[in-house]
Nanobody, 127 residues
Framework: QLQLVESGGGLVQPGGSLRLSCAAS????????IGWFRQAQGKGREGVSC????????YYADSVKGRFTISRDNAKNTVYLQMNSLKPEDTAVYYC????????????????????WGQGTQVTVSS
């Protein structure tokens, strides 16, 4: 069964940090770019960051640039999202998704083009 599982979410105070993990099972991430998306309550889905598999090229939304870092460990079949200096507006359910790497340059920012999605992990930033 092809599956992505996110973990690492939780409640954190403003200015704090969390590291999200996205672990794949049933397939290898070697051929897939991975994107992180988020959806706050009552809002649409927003692309946060993505990383290619072939060359490690990354993208960050302006809202998280300089605070979030995406990385991958193909040996562990896992992608990470390190989130620092968290703000209340980062509160959302965070999802990871997989896109065939050959389509990274054209479609990495388009959530609808991703093939596999995790169930999401809640991140709440509040004092």
């Amino acid at each position: 069964q092809l599956q992505l599982v996110e973990s690492g979410g939780g409640l954190v105070q403003p200015g704090g940090s969390l590291r999200l993990s996205c672990a794949a099972s049933g397939f290898t991430l070697d051929y897939y770019a991975i994107g992180w998306f988020r959806q706050a309550q009552g809002k649409g889905r927003e692309g946060v960051s993505c990383i290619s598999s072939s060359d490690g090229e990354t993208y960050y939304a302006d809202s998280v640039k300089g605070r979030f870092t995406i990385s991958r460990d193909n040996a562990k079949n896992t992608v990470y999202l390190q989130m620092n200096s968290l703000k209340p507006e980062d509160t959302a359910v965070y999802y990871c998704a997989a896109l065939l790497d050959v389509y990274y340059r054209e479609y990495a920012r388009i959530g609808a083009m991703y093939d596999y999605w995790g169930q999401g992990t809640q991140v709440t930033v509040s004092s």
